[in-house]
Every structure is written in structure tokens, then in C-alpha cells.
């Protein structure tokens, strides 16, 4: 059975730094493209960014209200998907899902982990 | 930036079939998925590759896209089907994944 499982949210000030973490388990990770999704309260969904596969690449992208402030990054040996977000502002504030994605139907979410960014 | 437009909301009686659109340039050259995602729940991806349902997904969801306009159908809803549903799709152009704003389905 495929789990995600998303650690590291919580309260944070603006400007103020944050890393999130995702677990994952029952599929072969090292294949697997990841990807962050946000979802702030009462809105829709709202790409972040993802990270290939080591063997396409390993290559990241971002979306533009968040490229230069966070990094998505990948420990294909411990099974674990990162997501390091810095200087954050209010707006940050959101539900943010893990994601696991690969060819055709392979597409899997974690239950996501809540970012408040409130002074 | 690569935009995709979603009617709010689309109200349908059981029994009856709802068609959710997204609407975007060219969108017919490009490969849309579709998410439902229930109240407290992660999505769930019920189309992708425009018209192809995983496993586990019933019949009733089909999909279409052509033009500027994509098309998710749920034939016969049900209670059940009520949720919020998003089309996706991936700009190459701007190497960024896309969302539509996304849509309530209410069963009347």
C-alpha cells in the first residue's frame, strides 16, 4: 500500500524559516517524480514545485510566487521527499501535500501537514 | 503564465449527469487530469491523459478535451459524488504545473 506522510508544519512568524518533510512507503521512491502542492484554507490547489527522478534527471521546478525562497529536495535512501521553505510570509499559509507521481495513473497524495505563518 | 478557468460551482439533481469545464488557450494540445477532493481529504485523481479513468474510478467519469475546452462528465451522480473537483494540466512553456481555481459539485 503507498503511504505519504507529511511532518514539519506549524506555526511560524514571517520571515521565518520552515522544513517539511514526506515519508514515503509501499512504491519504489527513486523512480517516483515528487511534487508539493498547498492549499490554503478555504481556496484551491496550488502547485509548489516538484523534483524528478534521479534517473531523469533530478532535476527541480518551482512555481513563481515561491522560486528563490524554497527548495525541494529528495534522499532517494531514506525514502524522503523535503521541502525547505524560507523567508515566509503570510500568504504561505496552507495545507501542503506531498504528491507522488509517475507514468499514466501512478499519482498518490499524503494527508498534508497545516503552515501557519501569523506574527 | 498558463491559465485554466472552472465554473465555481455546478448544481445537478441525482440521477442526472454534470459536466464540469475548463476552459484554457489550446488546452486540446495538452494532457488534463482531473482531481475530486472531498471536505478534509486529500484529492484523488478520477481522469487522467484527458479521458483515461484509474482503476477503482466508476464508469460514470469520463472525460474529454478539444479546442480551448476541457470536459469532465459524471453520468447517473450521486450523493456521493458531491466535492470539489480540479482539471490540471502541465505548461511547458513555463516548466509549472497548473491548477483550475476548481469547482463545488452540489447534489441537489
Known amino acids: 500500500e503507498v503511504q505519504l506522510v507529511e511532518s514539519g508544519g506549524g506555526l511560524v512568524k514571517p520571515g521565518g524559516s520552515l522544513r517539511l518533510s514526506c515519508a514515503a512507503s509501499?512504491?519504489?521512491?527513486?523512480?517516483?517524480?515528487m511534487s508539493w502542492v498547498r492549499q490554503a484554507p478555504g481556496k484551491g490547489l496550488e502547485w509548489v514545485g516538484r523534483?524528478?527522478?534521479?534517473?531523469?534527471?533530478?532535476?527541480?521546478d518551482y512555481a513563481a510566487p515561491v522560486k528563490g525562497r524554497f527548495t525541494i529536495s529528495r534522499d532517494d535512501s531514506k525514502n524522503t521527499l523535503y521541502l525547505q521553505m524560507n523567508s515566509l510570509k503570510t500568504e504561505d499559509t496552507a495545507v501542503y501535500y506531498c504528491?507522488?507521481?509517475?507514468?499514466?495513473?501512478?499519482?498518490?497524495w499524503g494527508q498534508g501537514t497545516l503552515v501557519t505563518v501569523s506574527s | 503564465s498558463y491559465v485554466l478557468t472552472q465554473p465555481p460551482s455546478v448544481s445537478v439533481a441525482p440521477g442526472k449527469t454534470a459536466r464540469i469545464t475548463c476552459g484554457g488557450n489550446?488546452?486540446?494540445?495538452?494532457?488534463v487530469h482531473w482531481y475530486q477532493q472531498k471536505p478534509g481529504q486529500a484529492p484523488v485523481l478520477v481522469i487522467y491523459?484527458?479521458?483515461d479513468r484509474p482503476s477503482g474510478i466508476p464508469e460514470r467519469f469520463s472525460g474529454s478535451n478539444s479546442g480551448n475546452t476541457a470536459t469532465l462528465t459524471i453520468s447517473r451522480v450521486e450523493a456521493g459524488d458531491e466535492a470539489d473537483y480540479y482539471c490540471?494540466?502541465?505548461?511547458?512553456?513555463?516548466?509549472?504545473?497548473?491548477f483550475g481555481g476548481g469547482t463545488k459539485l452540489t447534489v441537489l
Open positions: 504528491r507522488a507521481s509517475g507514468y499514466g495513473p501512478f499519482d498518490y
Open positions: 509501499g512504491f519504489t521512491f527513486s523512480n517516483a517524480w
Open positions: 523534483i524528478k527522478s534521479k534517473t531523469d534527471g533530478g532535476t527541480t
Open positions: 489550446n488546452i486540446g494540445s495538452k494532457s
Open positions: 491523459y484527458d479521458s
Open positions: 490540471q494540466v502541465w505548461d511547458s512553456s513555463s516548466d509549472q504545473e497548473v
